[in-house]
């Protein structure tokens, strides 16, 4: 693809081929915050905790990480690192264990570690610090659609995915993977549908 060619370094997030197709090109761009509201106001919102371990390693200086979702293709892909910046891969074999770039204080705000020495190639554990996220999921109804991800990059969404939101930080909202939050994440509350029906009288 032609934008390889923009970036002074590109990883991808797996070892699968980026394929970016068609869906992704045509799919609506919306504004995910409206988004979340208008899902929460439709169906509620969920809380839930990231708790499983992931991996860390710190990111080039210029490179460009490319989240590939195992059977799914490309999900978004980073700026380019600053110093100071951490590649983050989840352990998760269900999405192919993604990958993401995490800024140096998203990181220390979101894990805690390491908690293991470095492998071989200079990933060390780190545990979430279990910060209780909201959520939605993606209805069916809403289709697969686009939209711009907190780090400035296009971002896929698919029904059945969930959008989540920091709650101390509302613009940061971002998509997670169906696959990725059933094995990465622990629900503390179910979205729970608001009632239209009316008192009696």
């Known amino acids: 693809m032609v934008w390889f060619r923009h970036f002074p370094s590109l990883v991808l997030a797996t070892g699968l081929v980026v394929t970016l197709a068609a869906e992704g090109a045509s799919a609506q761009d919306v504004d995910a915050v409206a988004y979340f509201q208008k899902a929460r106001q439709a169906s509620g919102e969920g809380l ?3 708790t499983k371990l992931v991996d860390v390693r710190p990111a080039k200086p210029g490179e460009v990480v490319v989240t590939i979702i195992k059977g799914e293709g490309k999900e978004t892909q980073s700026a380019p690192a600053s110093a100071g910046d951490k590649v983050v ?7 192919g264990n993604e990958e993401i770039l995490v800024k140096a204080a998203t990181l220390a ?8 020495a470095a492998d071989a190639s200079g990933w060390r554990a780190y545990r979430p ?16 659609f686009s939209f711009k991800a907190p780090w400035g990059e296009q971002m ?22 169906k ?14 549908p608001k009632s239209n029906s009316r008192p009696r009288q």
């Open 156 to 177: 896929i969404a698919r029904p059945g995915d969930m959008i989540v939101q920091d709650p101390s930080r509302p613009r940061d909202t971002y998509r997670i993977a």
């Open 109 to 116: 705000r979101r894990y805690e570690g390491p908690v293991a």
């Open 129 to 144: 610090r279990g910060n209780p996220m909201k959520f939605v999921v993606v209805a069916e109804s809403d289709g697969t």
């Open 89 to 95: 891969r989840n352990r998760c074999a269900a999405t």
């Open 179 to 192: 696959a990725a939050f059933d094995c990465t994440y622990e629900i503390l509350r179910q979205p729970q």
């Open 48 to 50: 839930a905790k990231k």
